[in-house]
């Protein structure tokens, strides 16, 4: 499908959704209960979550749009619309969503540009739940995150890590170098993981079954979101990182 037809396909996807809930285009961030990035830590800390993180990627998937490292998969796009979809509060993750670009635009703040967040921000609204907590898809990310200290929030982040068996999943390891010490790196393909899928929740609930406190990140783009939020259906506590610290 060329770039016309596959944008034309996205657009008419998003506004098939926004039709069934047309009183969503008028919300804002305080219809919702939205975390900043430290407050999304603290929690995580204090409910022993995992964290599933949506940003314009995913987002733009989930209306059809291929990711850069991903081509466009209708089971990967079900996955991904079904978590927003059912998502709730109740699940063992938090689902962090971009809610402070979507809808008041802190586009300097978070070193982006307003254009890229168009189609994300109407491919998330149909999905929004007023009364459920979102945290912040920003808060592994040193050049994005908002805060007023961030060597302290720095070291704030790796609290998170102590006292943990860390299963590091990625395409390459040494992206995990410097900042954690996994005791175990699981290797997926930098380009299409999803066609893994399968194979990696299997290698991944073999690795933790033999630790006493483990915790999984990955690092592996829309996939990631996806085996994330499985993991932690399945009790494996896991954080969608993407790319840590950068």
Not at 20 to 33: I, R, V
Not at 68 to 79: E, S
Not at 157 to 163: G, K, Q
Request: hydrophobic share 40%.
């Amino acid at each position: 499908m060329n770039k016309k037809l596959t944008k034309l396909a996205a657009w008419s996807r998003i506004a098939s959704r926004l039709a069934l809930k047309p009183g969503k285009l008028n919300a804002s961030l305080a219809d919702f209960q939205f975390l900043s990035d430290r407050e999304t830590i603290q929690y995580l800390k204090d409910t022993g979550k995992g964290i599933v993180r949506y940003g314009d990627g995913e987002l733009n998937f989930t209306a059809g749009y291929p990711a850069i490292h991903q081509t466009q998969d209708r089971t990967l796009r079900t996955k991904l619309t079904r978590i927003l979809k059912e998502y709730d509060g109740t699940q063992n993750y938090l689902l962090a969503l971009p809610l402070d670009l979507l809808l008041i635009g802190n586009f300097a703040e978070r070193n982006s540009t307003p254009e890229n967040w168009r189609a994300p921000k109407y491919a998330a609204l149909p999905f929004l739940k007023k009364n459920v907590i979102y945290g912040s898809p920003f808060c592994f990310r040193l050049n994005d995150v908002i805060d007023s200290d961030r060597e302290e929030y720095t070291k704030f982040v790796h609290t998170l890590f102590a006292r943990r068996e860390i299963i590091f999943v990625g395409s390459r390891e040494e992206d995990a170098s410097g900042t954690i010490s996994p005791v175990q790196f699981i290797s997926i393909p930098e380009r299409d993981a999803f066609s893994v899928y399968d194979e990696t929740i299997e290698r991944i609930q073999h690795a933790a079954q033999n630790l006493t406190n483990p915790l999984v990140l990955i690092a592996g783009g829309v996939t990631a979101t996806v085996l994330a939020a499985k993991l932690n259906d399945r009790g494996i506590p896991t954080y969608d990182i993407g790319s840590l610290f950068t």
